[in-house]
T-cell receptor, first 115, second 115 residues
Protein backbone atom coordinates (compact mmCIF):
# COMPACT_ATOMS: atom_id res chain seq x y z
CA UNK A 1 0.00 0.00 0.00
CA UNK A 2 0.89 3.66 -0.10
CA UNK A 3 3.61 4.89 2.23
CA UNK A 4 4.51 8.54 2.84
CA UNK A 5 7.76 9.58 4.49
CA UNK A 6 8.16 13.13 5.81
CA UNK A 7 11.31 14.98 6.86
CA UNK A 8 12.43 16.59 9.04
CA UNK A 9 10.42 15.68 12.12
CA UNK A 10 11.28 19.01 13.74
CA UNK A 11 12.39 22.29 12.21
CA UNK A 12 13.39 25.49 13.94
CA UNK A 13 13.91 28.73 11.99
CA UNK A 14 14.30 32.41 12.73
CA UNK A 15 11.44 34.71 11.90
CA UNK A 16 11.79 35.88 8.31
CA UNK A 17 13.74 32.83 7.17
CA UNK A 18 12.38 30.18 4.83
CA UNK A 19 11.29 26.68 5.84
CA UNK A 20 11.23 23.59 3.65
CA UNK A 21 9.55 20.28 4.46
CA UNK A 22 9.98 17.27 2.19
CA UNK A 23 7.89 14.17 1.58
CA UNK A 24 8.32 11.06 -0.50
CA UNK A 25 5.60 8.63 -1.51
CA UNK A 26 5.65 5.06 -2.74
CA UNK A 27 2.56 4.64 -4.95
CA UNK A 28 3.24 5.93 -8.45
CA UNK A 29 -0.54 6.11 -9.00
CA UNK A 30 -0.88 8.87 -6.38
CA UNK A 31 -2.31 11.99 -7.99
CA UNK A 32 -3.28 14.37 -5.19
CA UNK A 33 -0.88 15.84 -2.60
CA UNK A 34 -2.30 18.10 0.11
CA UNK A 35 -0.53 19.79 2.99
CA UNK A 36 -2.22 20.34 6.34
CA UNK A 37 -1.36 22.60 9.26
CA UNK A 38 -2.35 21.59 12.77
CA UNK A 39 -2.12 23.97 15.70
CA UNK A 40 -1.96 22.60 19.22
CA UNK A 41 -5.26 21.05 20.25
CA UNK A 42 -6.92 21.85 16.93
CA UNK A 43 -7.97 19.88 13.90
CA UNK A 44 -5.78 19.69 10.76
CA UNK A 45 -6.55 22.39 8.23
CA UNK A 46 -5.68 22.34 4.53
CA UNK A 47 -3.16 25.02 3.55
CA UNK A 48 -2.29 24.05 -0.01
CA UNK A 49 -2.61 21.11 -2.36
CA UNK A 50 -1.30 20.05 -5.77
CA UNK A 51 -2.33 17.52 -8.39
CA UNK A 52 -0.02 15.32 -10.40
CA UNK A 53 -0.51 17.30 -13.62
CA UNK A 54 1.11 20.39 -12.04
CA UNK A 55 4.75 20.84 -10.99
CA UNK A 56 4.40 23.83 -8.70
CA UNK A 57 1.69 25.84 -6.97
CA UNK A 58 1.94 29.04 -4.95
CA UNK A 59 -0.34 30.81 -2.52
CA UNK A 60 1.22 33.97 -1.07
CA UNK A 61 4.08 32.82 1.21
CA UNK A 62 3.41 29.13 0.68
CA UNK A 63 4.42 26.99 -2.28
CA UNK A 64 4.44 23.31 -3.06
CA UNK A 65 6.58 21.56 -5.65
CA UNK A 66 6.07 18.08 -7.05
CA UNK A 67 8.53 15.76 -8.78
CA UNK A 68 6.56 12.76 -10.00
CA UNK A 69 9.60 11.03 -11.47
CA UNK A 70 11.36 11.02 -8.11
CA UNK A 71 8.06 10.63 -6.21
CA UNK A 72 8.66 13.50 -3.85
CA UNK A 73 7.01 16.80 -3.06
CA UNK A 74 7.95 19.71 -0.83
CA UNK A 75 6.37 22.55 1.10
CA UNK A 76 8.12 25.91 1.04
CA UNK A 77 7.22 28.69 3.46
CA UNK A 78 8.93 32.03 2.89
CA UNK A 79 9.23 34.98 5.28
CA UNK A 80 8.17 32.82 8.19
CA UNK A 81 6.24 34.37 11.05
CA UNK A 82 5.67 33.16 14.63
CA UNK A 83 2.08 32.24 13.74
CA UNK A 84 3.46 29.71 11.25
CA UNK A 85 4.57 27.63 14.24
CA UNK A 86 2.56 24.40 14.11
CA UNK A 87 2.72 20.78 13.00
CA UNK A 88 2.61 20.30 9.24
CA UNK A 89 1.49 17.10 7.55
CA UNK A 90 1.89 16.04 3.97
CA UNK A 91 -0.39 13.43 2.43
CA UNK A 92 -0.80 11.47 -0.77
CA UNK A 93 -3.92 10.12 -2.38
CA UNK A 94 -4.08 7.83 -5.36
CA UNK A 95 -6.73 6.08 -7.32
CA UNK A 96 -4.80 2.86 -6.95
CA UNK A 97 -6.19 -0.47 -7.97
CA UNK A 98 -9.53 0.02 -6.24
CA UNK A 99 -10.22 3.46 -7.64
CA UNK A 100 -10.68 5.05 -4.22
CA UNK A 101 -9.37 8.28 -2.82
CA UNK A 102 -7.96 7.33 0.55
CA UNK A 103 -5.45 9.75 1.99
CA UNK A 104 -2.19 8.55 3.58
CA UNK A 105 -0.34 11.02 5.79
CA UNK A 106 3.30 11.56 6.60
CA UNK A 107 4.48 11.54 10.21
CA UNK A 108 4.40 15.32 10.59
CA UNK A 109 6.92 18.14 11.03
CA UNK A 110 6.88 20.41 14.06
CA UNK A 111 7.87 23.87 12.85
CA UNK A 112 9.03 26.44 15.38
CA UNK A 113 9.53 30.02 14.24
CA UNK A 114 11.61 32.00 16.71
CA UNK A 115 10.88 35.73 16.98
CA UNK B 1 -23.44 24.26 7.46
CA UNK B 2 -22.08 22.70 10.63
CA UNK B 3 -19.38 20.89 8.60
CA UNK B 4 -18.02 17.73 10.21
CA UNK B 5 -19.16 17.09 13.76
CA UNK B 6 -17.90 14.48 16.21
CA UNK B 7 -19.23 13.28 19.55
CA UNK B 8 -18.16 12.89 22.24
CA UNK B 9 -15.27 15.33 22.63
CA UNK B 10 -13.67 13.28 25.37
CA UNK B 11 -14.28 9.77 26.68
CA UNK B 12 -12.75 7.54 29.33
CA UNK B 13 -13.24 3.79 28.97
CA UNK B 14 -12.17 0.76 30.90
CA UNK B 15 -10.40 -2.07 29.13
CA UNK B 16 -12.93 -4.36 27.49
CA UNK B 17 -15.73 -1.81 27.25
CA UNK B 18 -17.29 -1.01 23.92
CA UNK B 19 -18.35 2.34 22.52
CA UNK B 20 -19.23 4.16 19.33
CA UNK B 21 -17.63 7.38 18.18
CA UNK B 22 -20.08 9.42 16.18
CA UNK B 23 -19.29 11.41 13.05
CA UNK B 24 -21.67 13.36 10.87
CA UNK B 25 -21.33 15.78 7.98
CA UNK B 26 -23.91 18.00 6.32
CA UNK B 27 -22.00 18.81 3.13
CA UNK B 28 -23.23 15.82 1.12
CA UNK B 29 -19.67 14.54 0.79
CA UNK B 30 -19.14 11.10 -0.68
CA UNK B 31 -15.86 10.28 1.04
CA UNK B 32 -15.55 9.85 4.80
CA UNK B 33 -12.60 8.61 6.80
CA UNK B 34 -11.49 7.87 10.34
CA UNK B 35 -7.96 8.59 11.55
CA UNK B 36 -6.19 8.15 14.81
CA UNK B 37 -3.43 10.51 15.88
CA UNK B 38 -0.69 9.47 18.25
CA UNK B 39 2.43 11.47 19.18
CA UNK B 40 5.13 11.08 16.55
CA UNK B 41 2.94 8.84 14.40
CA UNK B 42 1.04 11.38 12.38
CA UNK B 43 -2.49 10.63 11.23
CA UNK B 44 -3.11 6.97 10.50
CA UNK B 45 -6.09 5.87 8.47
CA UNK B 46 -8.36 3.39 10.27
CA UNK B 47 -11.30 2.92 7.88
CA UNK B 48 -12.76 4.88 5.04
CA UNK B 49 -15.86 4.98 2.89
CA UNK B 50 -16.48 6.15 -0.67
CA UNK B 51 -20.25 6.24 -0.28
CA UNK B 52 -23.23 4.88 1.58
CA UNK B 53 -22.97 1.13 1.96
CA UNK B 54 -19.28 1.00 0.97
CA UNK B 55 -16.42 0.82 3.47
CA UNK B 56 -12.84 -0.37 3.36
CA UNK B 57 -9.91 -0.83 5.67
CA UNK B 58 -7.12 1.65 6.08
CA UNK B 59 -3.67 1.26 7.63
CA UNK B 60 -4.71 0.29 11.17
CA UNK B 61 -8.20 -1.30 11.10
CA UNK B 62 -7.81 -3.96 13.80
CA UNK B 63 -10.11 -3.45 16.78
CA UNK B 64 -12.43 -1.09 14.94
CA UNK B 65 -15.62 -1.54 12.93
CA UNK B 66 -17.47 0.93 10.73
CA UNK B 67 -20.66 1.11 8.73
CA UNK B 68 -22.09 3.73 6.38
CA UNK B 69 -25.85 3.44 6.15
CA UNK B 70 -26.33 7.09 5.10
CA UNK B 71 -24.24 9.68 3.32
CA UNK B 72 -24.21 11.86 6.43
CA UNK B 73 -23.08 9.46 9.16
CA UNK B 74 -19.98 7.32 9.61
CA UNK B 75 -19.74 5.88 13.15
CA UNK B 76 -16.64 4.12 14.44
CA UNK B 77 -17.14 1.22 16.85
CA UNK B 78 -14.64 -0.08 19.37
CA UNK B 79 -15.81 -3.58 20.23
CA UNK B 80 -13.50 -4.25 23.19
CA UNK B 81 -11.37 -1.25 24.12
CA UNK B 82 -7.67 -1.72 24.84
CA UNK B 83 -5.13 0.75 26.31
CA UNK B 84 -3.39 0.77 22.90
CA UNK B 85 -6.48 2.50 21.52
CA UNK B 86 -5.87 5.55 23.68
CA UNK B 87 -5.57 8.28 21.06
CA UNK B 88 -7.18 11.27 19.44
CA UNK B 89 -9.64 10.25 16.73
CA UNK B 90 -10.46 12.46 13.78
CA UNK B 91 -13.24 12.00 11.30
CA UNK B 92 -12.93 13.65 7.89
CA UNK B 93 -15.05 14.04 4.79
CA UNK B 94 -14.43 15.17 1.25
CA UNK B 95 -16.35 15.59 -1.96
CA UNK B 96 -15.48 13.65 -5.06
CA UNK B 97 -15.27 15.71 -8.21
CA UNK B 98 -15.16 13.79 -11.48
CA UNK B 99 -13.80 10.76 -9.66
CA UNK B 100 -10.92 12.69 -8.08
CA UNK B 101 -10.09 13.17 -4.42
CA UNK B 102 -10.83 16.65 -3.18
CA UNK B 103 -10.06 18.57 0.00
CA UNK B 104 -10.67 16.66 3.22
CA UNK B 105 -12.43 18.52 6.01
CA UNK B 106 -11.71 17.33 9.51
CA UNK B 107 -13.98 17.19 12.52
CA UNK B 108 -12.84 18.60 15.89
CA UNK B 109 -11.66 15.21 17.17
CA UNK B 110 -12.51 12.85 20.02
CA UNK B 111 -9.95 12.29 22.75
CA UNK B 112 -10.19 8.71 24.03
CA UNK B 113 -8.49 7.36 27.14
CA UNK B 114 -8.63 3.61 27.81
CA UNK B 115 -7.64 2.58 31.32
Amino acid sequence: GENVEQHPSTLSVQEGDSAVIKCTYSDSASNYFPWYKQELGKRPQLIIDIRSNVGEKKDQRIAVTLNKTAKHFSLHITETQPEDSAVYFCAASGLGSSNTGKLIFGQGTTLQVKP
Amino acid sequence: NAGVTQTPKFQVLKTGQSMTLQCAQDMNHEYMSWYRQDPGMGLRLIHYSVGAGITDQGEVPNGYNVSRSTTEDFPLRLLSAAPSQTSVYFCASSPRDRGLQETQYFGPGTRLLVL
